[in-house]
Structure formats: C-alpha cells, structure tokens
C-alpha cells in the first residue's frame, strides 16, 4: 500500500481534471475500476457539475523573474481551482490572496475555491515572513472549461442483489493520509473482495471526488439505493491514532453493531462517536432523503489532526502497520457481512439432545463446553428468528466465524435452518 | 424583585383570607391579574373549598396580662387557621398545643391545621425552655366562617389556543424562599411575556394557594387541560443552591428536555430528579388524570433545607443575583417553547448546495464551519418531519436561538419547512 | 436444612436410579412431594429416557486384593453412569480411565457419563501420583438397565389457576453446595408455601435430576406452560458468597423485578447477570419454544468456585446463616409474587382529600409524611392502570408490604380499585 501511496502522491488532484483520471487509471492496474464521467453543466440532485479545472504551471515571480512559489515544487502552493492570471499585482492586492498558518509557521496550507471564482496561493508562514514587500508577478496558467467530472466505481456481484458500499475520496493532491491512505486501503480490500471464492452480497467500491462526486454516484443511481444494506467511509487510516468508528445517522444500522464487534474482537483500541453533518461523504450517503446506512472508519479525526490540511500530512507521517490493520478489519467486516444470516431453532422446546448427533462432549461433570459447544447452545437458545448471528455475536460474546460454523453444524442435523432472505441488522 | 419581596414578607397569607387578597393586589399592581374566587363550600374535584380564615390579634398572655407570644411581632407564632379561643389553659393542656423545634432552639417552625379545627402557637424552643410553668391566656380572635378562595391568574394570548402554565404558591405566611422567591420571579417573568412583541403561544401564570387552589383551578378550567402543552411550577429560587429540576411525571415531555437544555447552554450547576408525589403542585398538575406535562424548578428543594419551614426562611438569606438567575432562565424557556417548531427538509437527497445561495464560506479546507453553517448543515440532517428544533438543538448541542436563525435562512431559501400545527417535544 | 442436608449427602445420587428415589423418599416426610417416573425408553422431547443406573459396589483392587479406590469410601471415586466392568486392566488402559485435578492435588473430581457408554474412576492426584504402575482389578457391580426416571413434584394450589414455579436439581452424589443445598432451601420453602394462610397463585416446586428431569417434566406437562407466571431455579446456596441473580433470558419478566427488588430490600449483596445458556434447568425452561420466565438463584456461581464438582464442595464449606437467608429471600419473592396486582386510581383528576377520610396527618407544615401516607401518594400518583405494585414499588423505593397496606386502605376508601385479573409484570 505505502509503494501505491508514494506512486501517487506527486499528482495534483482535485475534484476535476487530469489528476483524478491519472490517479484512478493507476488504480485500474489493481482492480477492475470503471471510469465514469458526467459533463460540466449536468444537474446531479440539487448541485450542478462544475467546469473542469487543469493546471499547466502557476508560479509568483519576483521583479528579478525569480520564481518564489512555484506549483511545480509542491502543488500545495496554488489555492485548488484558481482561475487563470497572468499580470502583475501590487503588493497590497497580493495580501487577501496569500494563506499561510501562523501557528505552524512551515507548513503550507492547502485551500480551495471549488465554487467561487477565486485564485491564490499558499505559503509556509515562515516565507511569507521573509517575501519582501514589492510587486510580484502572478502567473496561473490554469483552464476552468467545460469537461467532466470522473470517479472510479469497481463492482463485485453477488448471489444476491444486495450490496454493501465502500467509499473513499480521490480530490485531494499532495496530502498523504487525506485521502491517499483512504484510497490505498479501498484499492486492496477491493482485490480482496474480487478473489473471494464466494459472495453472498455485491460489494461496490467508490472512489468519487468529495462531495460533488458522492452527489453524482447518487444521482446516476437512484435505483440502486433501496439495494444497499450499508457500507463504510474510508478515510485518515494511516496515521499511529486508535481507530474512530462514527456511526451512521440512526446509529443502530447493521454496520453500527458489525464494526464495533470486529473492533472488539481483534483487541484493538478504537472509539465510537455519533453520527455529525460534517466529515467526508457519510454526509451524503446519510441525509435524511439516502439513509444508506453507512459509518465511517478513521483513525485521526476529520478536521481534528494538527496537520490536517496542510504540507505537514506526509508521506513520512504513514505508518505501514496501520494501514494494514485497517485493511484487516474492513476484511473482517466484510466476513461479518457474509455471515451475519437469521436462523430459527428448528426444536426450540427445550434444549435438542447434542452428545447423541456427536456434537458433545461425552463426559459430563467438567466445567463449561468450550468453543464450538458454546456457540452451538448459545444458537439453539438466541435463534427464534428475531436474532440475527451478529446479535448473537454481540449478546454472547463469541465471534462471529465460530458462531457460523456452529450453525452450520446445527443446520446439518437440522436443528437450525436459514431464514431465507434475511435481512439481518 | 427583593423589594417585591421585602414588601410582601410581613402579610399574613394562607390558604384563604385577606392575607391572600393584599398580596394578589399588590401584585395587580406590576401584571395584568385578575383575581379569582370560589366561596366556601363549593365541591372542586374531590375537596370543598373550606371556610375563609382571618386573623384580628392572637396572643399567650401571663398572669401579669404580658404578652408572651404575640402574633403582631411574627405571624409564625400561631398555628396557620387555629381557631377562636379566648380563655385561660392550663400548663398541662397547653403543652401539646405548643411547637418549637429543639434542633434549632432560636427558630420558629411553621405550622398549619387548614382541615382540622385545631389551634395552637409555635414558639423558639429557647423560649419555650424559659417559659415558666403556669397557667396562661390564649386569645386567638380570629375568624372562620365562609367566605371566598382566591386565586391570582393572568393571560397573555398568543397567535394559537395552546399555552404553557407557570405556577407557584401563595398561601405561606412570613417566610422568604418559600413562597415570596417563587412569586417574585413569576411576576417579573409575567412582566417579560406581556412585553413580548410576539407570541406564538398564550402564557398563563397561576399564584395560587397550596394543593387547594391548584385543585380550584383545574376544576374551574377543565376545558383548558388539553390546550395546556407543559409548564412549570416556581419554588424556593432564591438560596444560594444550584439549580434542581424535578421532572414531570412521565419525565420525556417537552419541559422534561427543554429546562434541561437551557440549564446546559448557561452552564449553571444543576441537578435532574425524578418526579416523586410529595412537593409543589406539581402533585395536582401531574396528577394521573391530568398531567399537564409540568416539572418543577427549585434552587433549595422542598422540605429538603435547614430553614424549610422555619423563621429561618427569612429575607437575610435571599441572594438577589441567584433570585435573577432564575428569572433569566424562565426567559430562556420561553424562548425555547416559542422557537420549538418542527421542520421537513424539503431537499433530503444529498446535500443542498449551500454555496451558490450564498449560504456558504466560499474558501474551502479551513476547519468545519462554525456557527450558523454548522447549524444549518445540522438541521438539513435531523429535520426528516419527526424531529423538533429542541432535539435537533440538543443532538448538535448548539444553542436553540442559533438553530432558529438558521432555520429562518433555510426557509427564506425554500431549503425548509415548517411542519404546521407541529406539536412537539 | 442443615440436618436434611447431613443427612443426604451420602447418598449416591445420578439421574435415575436408587439415590434419587431414596432422596425424594426423605422429603417426602417434610413436604407433600408426588414422586413421578417415566421408563426407559420414553421420548421426552428431544430426548429419551436413558437406562436405569444402581450401583452394588465398585473398586479398583491390586494385585493383593487389596482396594485402593472404593465406591464405599467416597461414591464420587466411580464416574457417575459406568457400565459394568469386571476384568485385570493394564495400566496403560487404566490411565484414560483415571481423572485426577493436578491443580487441587487433594480433591477428588467429580465426573459423569450419562449418555455414553463408558466407565472410570475419579480420585485424588496425591493418590493417583502414589499409585504404583501395575495391572489392577477393575471391579464395577452396576446395572444400566430398563427401569424409570424419578422426579418429585409438589404441588399447592392458589385461587385462580395461574401458578409459579420453584425447581432445583437434585441429581448430584456426595456434593453439599450442589445441589444439597438448593434441595434443603427448596423443602423448606415448600413447608412455608404449604402453611401460608392464602394463596392467589399456586406454588410448584419441582426436584428433578438435571437436565433429562426438566426436559421430562416439560414434556408431560405441556398444558401447563401458559399456566406459568414465572419461576425460579435454586442452586448453590450454601456458601458465604453474596447472591448471584441470573437473569431470565428477556431480562424483562416479572421475576427479573422482582428479585433484585426483594434483595434491594433486605439490604443484602448481590450481582445481577445477564442470562447465558450454560448453567441449571433455567436453560430449558427458558429455551426458546418455553421461556417460562424463570431466572436462577445463586450465591456461588455455576462452575465459578474451586471447589465446584470435586470433594471439596463437602459439609464444612455450608453456612446455616447463607441457607436461612436465601430461604428467606424466597419466602419475600413469594410475598411480592402473591402481592403484586395492578389497581386503578378511581379519582385521577388532582390528588383525592385523604384528610378528611382519616389518611392524612392533621397537622400541616411538617416535612413529608412518612410511610403509609407516602406509599398512599405514590400510589394515587402511579396507579394509572399500567403499573403493577411492584413497578410502584421498584420506582417509588418503598417495600411492596407497605405499598399493599396502603393500597387496601385506599380500596376501603374506593380511591383505588383492583383492575381483575392483572397480569403483573
């Protein structure tokens, strides 16, 4: 993942242009991602697809010609989506288009203007210190024009028709753990998910601009939504923090009581916060009208990071293991996803005899069945058809994997059985 | 209001009387209220009103005709609605007769007998220590004979029918945090609703006698229970105690979450119980075939301080700024209740593009929006028609004045509803 | 109960045979107890009945002859439900057959085989370790053979045909905590059920071999299922542990109140926890197609003390004071369940005039009234047809004895009404 991450640092993203076709025809080499795109001018729900934004060069040049600040040294320099300039501009008009973060004083900022016609540059505070006061010139060789808008969606059928989402955001440029972590653990775990032998559910992965592009996905696809029986944002996984699990809007969606589990279950340190309106596309996919019942996973905080934002969230900041145990644990989210069936006891009158199919000890008197005679009569009691093998999972304690091949025991000797289309929670 | 207070402190109020009328009309003299009346006799709910009671002198005389005890010099020495006796007692049948407290040997405690034609003095148990067996002349020149219950209301008419009750007690004697605190901050508090340049809802302020009068009330305006929404009833607000909030008998109506998020967003110390049948009227409000949806709001609780009932409870331990605290945040639950409206997201596909309808910061990748923008993104999530204003405020945490600001820019802008007739919680 | 149980500890008890006969027999003297059978071969819902197991003698003899493990010493040395053996055994045969507990090395384990052909012996590790390698005799004079399983039942009716159900294990050898002393509290509760004047409901107590005697009393009994208003499982009694509430499996019925409600009250220890699926009968009373609504009784926690299953749960490890007081708490379980009716507030508008009824104190001012006319508030306030005396009890925090004397009072005075046939939670 850190090679993938490294590859792409460099390219300078935004929420349209070049920088997203090159990243996600990069990602293509790794798994069967779809490049869709819509027109500048297409109304998607209650937003519009903007003009697309490429970037040739955008520099401020001393009297002397001196470049200063040069886009091509860290594309972090020009505020994203500025419009073309080509003049020179007094010292004064130059203030209001600086930004620079006193409090980090060589750290670059990284600002935007998606919607607004504006342009400027960010600097380290330390340098703008150090710029003398004079008339620079201003060159941004930018294009602002019709085009499209891209965004990358791989699909992985299932036996069914249901599927569970996962997205993450492609827009920004030279910052690693936003959204270069994010993109990395989606394009593995979406390999992952395309060579399992079997799939109970589709599993699509997005990998859409912020935003506008889960606005999009949403708007082209309306029919699907009554399809998604949840999924998860994926964002800031590579930083050395504890995990941040925020819920979905209702907070008692499946992935609400899933992900919790595995988190527990792997023995990591990790927090739970409620559902808030700002954050990354969650926003989108939880309004009140979508509801898909979807969670984001983090491990530094949106907006809650001293280098979020900023030159400072870099390469050097990744931390390997991290996003490898983000990986593992949207694997085994997935795993809970294909497990998580409703059975119904199929002798619920008292406890069915175990030790004459051979599914018990034959010695009595020791201290509690272990394992797998744990899980077989945890089933036999909690499956009246109302508990799904997640709840069972939660209420016992046990997971979810030795729960299913308990059940799969029972369902050989017809002590339980599925309940068809199950839509557990 | 402590000049209010002062004023009022040397009436001899009860629960019927001239002690009564003085107060309600020196009160007519800030409000707009009328004065109500009942005569003696007549069936309310379960109880009748009783005979009216008036006090001419009262004293315990030695042999030597001096005034042992004399009514002129405290009103607490004579058990409330004792009646007339003008005789010599015996040391013997006097001791019974006779209260004091010997925990606190300089208080008078206060004492009643409304239902019981009972008499007897209450007395400082140093006093009583001193008392020389003897024996003395009771003269209690007081009156019971029928005449009228009164009752103090006034109205304040909103754009609706609905409205929200305050009530507090008028029928104790000369004691200063109960009753005089809870009359002082429900007139002042009157005097802001009248001033109110607009109302949605009527406000009712009932100064009513204790538990009689609550129950005269209600039997009087039965056809008003189902237009009453919640309310509050007033008591001991002016010690130097943080807030305590019992709740309403259900303990989930709209005061039950309002008066909580006001003490929350004024960061006052306050405590939350549990409604319980012993207190204020609270006990008839929320009795189970009425249950208005009132809690009670007190600083000091009831029977629940040293100089509860005492003539301790006396205008020296009044603080005036605790005494306007509590007006304040009276205020502040009007305006919650008048802001209290429910709202349907009327774009709750995505997002609405707050930007182009200048809703927005037009620079991106700062930290998240503060202030008004963090409020409108929060009430297009919550706003899905089922959720009011207060929930929304209490979910985000964001005071409920600037949800309504925002509210009002997402109406102007065809982004929000309001649902009509919303009554909600 | 601690002669009782003296006096049966030596008896060689297992789920079918002489001992159960011989133990129920006893009781029978103390309590009006059916004795129940079912033969061999009955299909009892899942199950069937096994073989019927007596034991004559068994040891394991050296080659002198000489015994150097005797049933007659300590019947926990056979594994409870070998099948005859009569032969030289090698040593290396010998060692799966022998169970020892290494971490206890003076404990003699205590271990079964019901429903698998096998045998063994059990016996100290000091001893196992000092047992020469040799070929011994092994010598086991038992009969698995057709006959019948026991269970005692004892039955008191009550007023209407609803009934509650006590039952423990009575199953286990030459142990003392279990299940003597579940067996000992049991008898003696039955003594005092038997004696109490009236009865509204009626009182089984069930002693059953664990297990296959649940399983069979619920398949003979299936009518009366919906007769069950709830129950108890009583076990491990006997040591200084504080007491362990096991839950039923909703968490939610009437005994789930009940109990805690009844120990919160006496002021006595105890854990509360969630129900799980290994344990005592409770797991087929309350399994899936049954859940009578039984939660179990415990001071010590099933398989949760050292001394559990092996010669040390002996004689010596009882507190008489431990069993006294969990009768105790039965007995008070019982009180709650024959108190516990729903009534109706027949003057719910504002609180009724205890006054002048004879309720209330006569003199006013005091602080609150205590006891009965505390418990008289609560109930006017809470007795809206929905809250059961306990509910009353469990949110007011007074005892359900007071509650019930303040309720008769109050029906006396036709304030309160009993709702007829309520089926209290």
């Not at 460099?10 to 242009?17: A, D, L, V, Y």
């Not at 600097?123 to 930018?142: E, F, K, M």
């Not at 690693?176 to 559910?201: E, K, T």
């Not at 497990?339 to 069915?352: D, K, L, M, S, V």
Request: aromatic share 10%.
């Amino acid at each position: 993942m850190l090679a993938l991450i490294h590859e792409l640092f460099p390219i300078c993203r935004s929420i349209t242009g070049e920088g997203v076709r090159q990243t996600l025809r990069r990602l293509q080499q790794l798994i069967p991602l779809e490049m869709h795109s819509l027109p500048s001018g297409t109304p998607v729900l209650d937003w519009t697809i903007p003009p697309e934004w490429n970037v040739r060069d955008a520099y401020l040049a001393n009297d002397r010609g001196e470049r200063v600040l040069d886009f091509r040294r860290n594309n972090l320099h020009l505020v994203n989506y500025s419009v073309p300039v080509d003049r020179r501009v007094e010292w004064s008009e130059l203030q209001p288009r600086l930004h620079s973060l006193p409090a980090h004083p060589d750290w670059i900022p990284y600002r935007t203007s998606y919607y607004r016609p504006e342009w400027g540059f960010c600097l380290s505070d330390r340098q703008r210190q150090q710029l003398p006061p004079a008339t620079y010139h201003v060159r941004i060789d930018t294009t602002l024009e019709p085009g499209v808008l891209n965004w990358g969606e791989a699909y992985f059928p299932g036996e069914t028709d249901a599927e569970y989402v996962f997205s993450t955001h492609v827009c920004h440029p030279s910052l690693a753990n936003d959204n270069l972590a994010g993109i990395a653990v989606a394009a593995f775990l979406a390999q992952q998910v395309a060579s399992r032998p079997q799939r109970r559910f589709g599993y699509r992965f997005l990998l859409v601009p912020g935003t506008i592009g889960a606005i999009a996905w949403l708007a082209t696809r309306e029919a699907r939504w009554g399809k998604v029986r949840g999924g998860l944002v994926l964002a800031l996984l590579g930083h050395d923090y504890p995990f941040t699990y925020k819920q979905s809007s209702c907070g008692d969606r499946e992935v609400d009581v899933a992900l919790p589990h595995v988190l527990r279950q792997r023995n990591v340190a990790f927090e739970v916060m409620p559902f808030e309106p700002y954050g990354y596309d969650e926003r989108q996919y939880e309004s009140p009208g979508v509801r898909l019942g979807m969670g984001c996973l983090m491990r530094s905080r949106y907006a809650g990071y001293p280098e979020y934002h900023t030159s400072a969230d870099n390469l050097e900041r990744l931390h390997p293991v991290r996003l490898a145990e983000a990986l593992a644990v949207c694997g085994d989210l997935v795993d809970v996803w294909e497990a998580n069936r409703t059975y119904q006891n199929c002798q619920p009158r008292g406890e069915p005899q175990l030790g004459r199919r051979g599914l018990y000890q034959s010695l009595g008197g020791h201290s509690d069945a272990q394992g797998i005679e744990r899980a077989m009569l945890w089933l036999l009691h909690a499956t009246d058809g109302s508990q799904s093998l997640l709840q069972v999972a939660v209420r016992s304690g046990l997971p979810i994997a030795q729960l299913q091949r308990a059940a799969d025991l029972l369902c050989q000797h017809d002590l339980l059985r599925e309940i068809s289309g199950s839509a557990a929670k």
